[in-house]
Each structure stands twice: as structure tokens, then as C-alpha cells.
DNA sequence: ACACGAAACTGCGTGCACGCAAATATGCGT
DNA sequence: ACGCATATTTGCGTGCACGCAGTTTCGTGT
């Protein structure tokens, strides 16, 4: 009990039961925690929580506060993205059979963030450069599990390649995310240097979708290959 | 003077003269400090190394040594690795005028790696995982500086392409010395489990190119569009 | 119901990252 | 050489991440 406990990791967050007594406890105190950062940071602002004040909130000690995350950030950002990276398994899974991994893999990736933070986790985000970068870690995290769910799936390919196609794929996405919040930032208060980019997508799945397209190519190979 | 100082960033490491005292006081703090930390991790292991020795070693209080190096990791690799993450920019200028974008970038990012890791530094990152992981961030640092080179080299190619590109190439540059760490380590002390892949490149460089294979379809269209 | 083992929680101590402000060193103009 | 501005270093205080070991809770078998 000392690895950072993700609610989704055993349980698979809604597909299947809680093992007992003790799991149910886990995803109550995690999901409290999370809770408590979020809300405080809505209260205080990201730099005014205290990681003592979000164990007392959910009734917790620190040390067991830090159990289940190395910082608020990381306590704050779950409960914005709720672990969707974590999902993608699931998602892919869910996808038509005999699918091409060109569609599957960007169609699985793009739905996990078909709804992306509202208007109170835009303006955290934009005030917080270190919940800004955890963020785009918490879609960093996509990489395990899509690797685990690409090699299920693309049973021809070999570990290498799986692996670093879903390396790519999620850096890709990251990187995008990191554009996208950057674009929006700029709208909410226009950025006085001139840098930012004209054209910010709509949505933080539309620019998802945008960037994996610049990797299609390699997926569609693989597809050819497969 | 509250961002980390990286040797590389200002005076081209090399081929530009550093600017004047102040400058070559913070590069020779700076590798000070990161010689400091290696040659006190090789004595004590990693474990062992604490900042305040670190800075006493080096002739800086621990706050100076903080306005370096945010652990004990990035001085260590610091030390090891060199920065050679930002030379990625001089590597790919000094690629031939008119090569394909799929040649230049994958030459520049192994060249930078023909060297890799020798056997006490191997040894280090063995024994250390947050050593290991934070080797594995200063190759992801690639990305910021491979963006900057690949923009200037691809004209044509639009901001967001780049920066898709240049994560991607950076992820899958990581995510294969990950696994070559590993396949070494597998290699000093056979792993038990039995889960190691069998067979490991002969060097990083190799393990890199490989990765990068994978990547080359996006690549390789893009030069058909540029 | 009870005993035992394993998992999770907790308190404590320690090392450390970093904001803040004062002190020091360098660069520049006269 | 001197004065001033700027960059860098330093000391200090504070919050916090985490190893360690003891306590509590849950799960299992009898």
C-alpha cells in the first residue's frame, strides 16, 4: 500500500463490482480527496490549498493523504479528469472488431476527452502553471494502458512497435491538450506578445483529433503490415 | 535568475563564446555541481547523496544548488547525459541542406546517442528508479529544441504538424531507451520473471533508430507534402 | 466467536524544494 | 575610480514528500 491508488487500476471504474470492504474504502477516501482539492482550489485558488487541509476534509491523515497522490496537483487534476486515461482500454475494447488501428486508436483516444474541462477548470488551469503541466500528464498516462490495449488488438505487431506507436499517440495528444489550453488561455485574456496561434480548435477532442492525424501515416502502415 | 540554469541554453555549449564572468561562473557552478553529485552517487550509490553535500562539494550554499538542479536525479544526469537533449538543434543544422525530413531528424536524435551510457553509469540507473526515470525525462527534453530545429528546417510545414512531430519523436526516443535499460539490466542480473524481451539492441543509439522506424511513415509523408 | 495474517492508516522524523528578502558580485556609463 | 542597476547568491522559514514502524481494520480459516 504504498504505490499511489488509482481508483480505476483493479476495479475498472464502473464495469465491474468493488472487491470489498476495504477496495470500497479506497475509492470513497481517494474520491474525497479528490473532491476536497478540487473544491478548495475553487475556494482559495490552486496556490491557497493545503495538503492538510484536504486530508481534513475528507477526513483522512496527511500521510494517508499522500498515499494516494505525491501533490495537489495530482489531487486536483483527478478530479477534473476523473482518470479517463486510465479508460482507454475500455474504449478501445469497445471498438467495432476488424476495425483499422488508424480509426481505432483515434477514435478510442478522441472519445475519452469529448468533454473536456469546463469554464472553473479552464480558469484553474490558467492560473496554475504546475496544474496546467499535471494535466497534460494525467493524458501522458494514456500511454500504458493504450500500449496494453494496442498489443491486445494488434496481436501481429511486435512489442516495439506497439509500444512506441502508443508513446506517440500519447505525446501527440499531450502536446495538442497543451496547445489547446494555451489557445484558450489566450482567448480568455489575449496574450500581449502576439505569439499565440490565430486558430484554436474548438474543442480539446477536435485538436486531439487534429494532431493524430499527423501520426496516421505510421498507424496506417501498421494497418497495411497487420 | 529563478529558472533552472542549463549550461546549453545561452552559450551553445561549444560554439559560441560564453558572454562574460557572470556566465562562466553559472556554467562552471553548474557542472561543479553536477560532478559533484556523480562523483558522490558513484561513492555512496544514489541513495546516499544528499544536497547539502552536493552543494558543500561544489562551493554553493544548498539554495544556489536549488536554483540548479530541482533533485539530486537531475544532477546526477546532468552529469551523465551531458545535456545532450539540447544539442538536438545544432545536430539537425548540421544535417545536409535538402535531406529528407525523415533522414535528417532520425540521424540527428541517434547521433546524439552514439554514446550511450558507459557501465558505472549503467550501474547507477539500475539501482536507482528515480535515476532511471529521470534519465528517460532528459531525453523527453529532445522535444522543445527537436520543434525549434525541425520549424526552421521545414518551412513549410505548419506549427502544429512540427509540434506533433517533435513530441512524437521524443516520446518514441524514450519510450526505446526505457526498454534499453531494461534489457541491459535484464541483461546484468537475469530477471526472474521471465517477462524481459530476449533480445536487446546492442547500444542505445541502435535501440533509438529502431523506435524511430516505427515513426517514419508520418515522417516520410511529410516530406511528400513539404 | 476467535486467531491470525495482510492491507491500510497513522504519527513521527528527516530531507528537501522553494518563496522571500537581504547581501554580494558583475556590468555599464561617466 | 566611482555610482548605479542588474544579476546572482545566500540565509531563513515553511510546507511537504516519504521512509519507518506501530496501530487499526478487514478478510479468511477453523
Redesign the pocket.
Known amino acids: 500500500?504504498?504505490d499511489?491508488?488509482f481508483s480505476g487500476t483493479v476495479c475498472g471504474m464502473g464495469t465491474e463490482e468493488p472487491?470489498?470492504?476495504?477496495?470500497?474504502?479506497?475509492v470513497a477516501?481517494r474520491e474525497a480527496l479528490a473532491a476536497a482539492a478540487l473544491r478548495l482550489a475553487e475556494q482559495h485558488g490552486v496556490a491557497g490549498?493545503?495538503?492538510?487541509?484536504i486530508?481534513d476534509a475528507a477526513?483522512?491523515?496527511?500521510?494517508?493523504?499522500?498515499?494516494?497522490?505525491?501533490?495537489?496537483e495530482q489531487a486536483i487534476v483527478a478530479a477534473l479528469a476523473a482518470e479517463r486515461s486510465l479508460r482507454i482500454g475500455a474504449a478501445l475494447r469497445a471498438r467495432p472488431d476488424g476495425e483499422p488501428l488508424s480509426v481505432a486508436v483515434v477514435e478510442a483516444v478522441v472519445s475519452q476527452y469529448d468533454d473536456g474541462p469546463g469554464a472553473d477548470a479552464l480558469g484553474l488551469l490558467a492560473d496554475a502553471p504546475a496544474l496546467h503541466a499535471e494535466y497534460l500528464e494525467s493524458i501522458s498516462a494514456l500511454e500504458a494502458p493504450l500500449a496494453a490495449a494496442v498489443a491486445e488488438r494488434g496481436r501481429t505487431l511486435d512489442d516495439e512497435t506497439v509500444a512506441v506507436l502508443a508513446a506517440a499517440v500519447a505525446a501527440a495528444a499531450r502536446s495538442a491538450a497543451g496547445r489547446w489550453l494555451t489557445g484558450i488561455r489566450a482567448g480568455m485574456a489575449p496574450d500581449p506578445s502576439g505569439l499565440v496561434a490565430v486558430t484554436t480548435p474548438a474543442s480539446l477532442a477536435d485538436a486531439i483529433r487534429a494532431s493524430l492525424t499527423v501520426l496516421s501515416p505510421a498507424l496506417a502502415a501498421l494497418d497495411r503490415a497487420g
Open positions: 500500500m504504498r499511489r491508488i472487491q470489498g470492504l476495504r477496495e470500497r474504502k479506497k477516501t490549498v493545503r495538503v492538510d487541509d486530508a477526513g483522512v491523515s496527511p500521510r494517508t493523504y499522500n498515499n494516494y497522490f505525491s501533490s495537489r
